[in-house]
Each structure stands twice: as C-alpha cells, then as structure tokens.
C-alpha cells in the first residue's frame, strides 16, 4: 500500500506534526508514503519523494510546513486535476491525504468523484471555519498568538491613553477575533457573522472612559463589514479626537510553534487517518467533536454549515 500526503492552501502551526503522524502511522502499519512538495502544485509538477521515519524527526515542533504548500489554479479545473491523478497513479499511489482549509478539501473530494481516487482531509487552517469539526489545526496556536499580542498592545495602550484596534485574521470566519477577543478581555469584538452597531461601540468606548478607563482594545476580524481604517476614523470623529490605532497583525498568526493542543489534535487525527484507509473507507473528512476523533464522508463534511458560536457571543455580551 503507497500513500501519497500533501499541504495545501495557507499553512497553519501544527501541519508538520499532522504530516509526522501520518507518515509514522502508515510505517507502523506497513505502509509506504510519499511525500509531495507544494501542494497540488508539486502534484501536478511531479514533485514527490519517498518518506521515512527519520524525514518527520524533530519537526513536531516547528510551524510552517515541510512539504511547502501552494495555491494552484490549475487544480480549479477538471484537466488539471486528470493530469494529477495520472501522475498518482504514475507512482501507484492509492490513497491521497491532503492537509489544509476548504478548498483544499474540496480539491480532494472533486479528485475522488473524477476518478475515484481514494482521498482523505484533514482540517490544517488557522481560522477554524470547517463546519465537520469543532476546532481545526492551527486554530488553538493562532489564538494565542493573537492573545499574546492583545497583553503586549494594551500595555502601551493603556501608558497612552489610548483606544487601539487589532486587526486579526478571518475573512469569512470570526472565531480567531472571538476567541482571542473574549480571553484577552477586549472591550468590543467585531466578526463577519454578526452585525455590528457603531453608537453601540461608540456609547461603550465612552461609557469606560466616563468611569476611569483610560485605554480601549477592540478586536475585529479581517473580513468583518467596516475596514480598521475606516472604523478608527469613525471612532477618533464620534470620541471628540481620542487617539485611535491600528495594528494588523497578520501572516504573524500563520507562524510560530504550535501549541501543545494543536500538536495532539494533529497526531490524533492523523493516526485516525492511517486506521481509516487500513479499514478500506474511500473517502473521509477527520476532525474531532467535544474530545472525540470524527470522521464523515468528504462530502457530507463539505456541506456542513457553521454554527455562529452563540454561546461565546453571549458571554462577550456579558463581559465585555
């Protein structure tokens, strides 16, 4: 049995420990892998190598990903993805684990329907916004990170005097500005999944300072309706001039060891992985809900629809 393993899309802390996990479980159990650099970028250039125990040492700790990842067009069309299929069948691989977001996933299941393929997702992206599972590889580090520069911001936000907007990733997806927003204390959290009322923000803002409060922190998601630049402009207008920054944090999420969290959530759903192609399943989507390892048929996975995380959006109500 050969077994072919890539990342795809934006990488995400955690993907090499994914990537080790499986490698080792495919070993354990007899099987060989390949490894393919770029994503399905290197699938269709023929970039592949045969992996061993020693080519995932010491990297369950690093973030990046060592097979790199790349966004590929050409795997957007039914010739591209024939071509890579040939290549796969090329090297007799017989089943393809792909890491990475939705597109990647969906790149994956598009592969399987075409040729039938036998392919397996796991969920690598920072901005947990796959719906199959409660959290996704890369989400648990990329919080923290955030979270640490929410502590590192207010402290010179509060030595100025000052209301400061931190910019976090998430285009479609709020949960990094969420999570991190509501454990780092932020005053004002902005998502794309909730509508937002400026004279609430504004009211809010003023009430802290009528109180004492000498420094504001609002976290807003990349992709929420108003841009940081915009919203700061509003705010310094409506605040009678108060100083109003922005900082973006940016692809400083994407990097960085992963948590200890993310580390086993990439271990345990890459040796369920291994078990589900040792079962003969042609096809599945691996995460994990509460504590428990799940898997769906790609398919059924993809048509999932997020939950809008009420719960945390009710207790930002309360606290915030």
Known sequence: MRVGILTSGGDAPGMNACVRAVVRG??????????????????????????QTSSVADIIHRGGTILQTARCARFENDEGILDAYENLRKHGIEALVVIGGDGTMRGALRLHELT??????????????????????????????AL????????????????????VMGRDCGDIALHAGLAGGAETIIIPERPFDLDDIVKKL?????????HSIIVKA???????ADLAAVLTERMGGVEVKVVILGYIQRGGSPTARDRILASRTGVRCVELI????????????????????????????KDSHLEYQRICDILL
């Open 148 to 167: 640490n520069a929410i502590g590192n911001i207010r402290d010179t936000s509060s030595s100025h005097g000052r209301t400061t907007i931190i910019e």
């Open 26 to 51: 495919c070993i354990y159990y007899g099987m060989e892998v390949i490894g393919i650099h770029q994503g399905y970028e290197g699938l269709l250039n023929d970039d592949m190598e045969m992996l």
């Open 206 to 214: 003023q009430a802290g300072r009528a109180r004492g409060k000498r």
């Open 116 to 145: 039938r393929m036998r392919v397996f997702g796991l969920p690598g992206t920072i901005d947990n916004d796959l719906a199959y599972t409660d959290f996704t590889i890369g989400f648990d580090t990329s919080v923290n990170t």
């Open 222 to 228: 990349e992709g929420a309706a108003i841009s940081s």
């Open 278 to 305: 040792r079962e003969g399943v042609s096809n599945a989507a691996i995460g994990i809900k509460g504590d428990t390892i799940v898997d769906y048929p790609l398919s059924v996975a993809l048509a999932m629809e």
